[in-house]
């Protein structure tokens, strides 16, 4: 059964920092990512990390405070968040996509085929 299971979310002042985790089981996958939505908005990417780690992207808003890792042996994606601020506050998601590309990640929510259950992150002013 697949299943990637995020943890680490919680309420955090701003300023302040957070490490968000995704345990993902029973497939090996490609590129893995993290995707958020906030109330009343649409999804958004806000970082993606190839397979074997030698790419990694993230969205505008987030580069310089977030980062982005993995450890394919514990087959779990990271989500270092810093600097946080209240315009971080939403739901936060771990994706993941299979194939065969090692090195490629990927911005569309429409590119990942594996999905995990969201966890809330709220950050307070």
């Known amino acids: 059964q697949v299943q990637l299971v995020e943890s680490g979310g919680e309420f955090v002042q701003s300023g302040g920092s957070l490490r968000l985790s995704c345990a993902a089981s029973?497939?090996?996958?490609?590129?893995m990512a993290w995707f958020r939505q906030a109330p009343g908005k649409e999804r958004e990417f806000v970082a993606a990390?190839?397979?074997?780690?030698?790419?990694?992207g993230y969205a505008d808003s987030v580069k310089g405070r977030f980062t982005i890792s993995r450890d394919n042996a514990k087959n779990t994606v990271y989500l270092q968040m810093s600097s946080l601020e209240p315009e971080d506050t939403a739901v936060y998601y771990c994706?993941?996509?299979?194939?065969?590309?090692?090195?490629?990640?990927?911005?569309?929510?429409?590119?990942?085929?594996?999905w995990g259950q969201g966890i809330q992150v709220t950050v307070s002013s």
């Open positions: 990390i190839s397979w074997d780690i030698t790419n990694t």
């Open positions: 029973g497939r090996t996958f490609m590129a």
């Open positions: 994706a993941a996509t299979t194939g065969y590309n090692r090195g490629a990640y990927y911005i569309r929510s429409t590119d990942y085929n594996y």
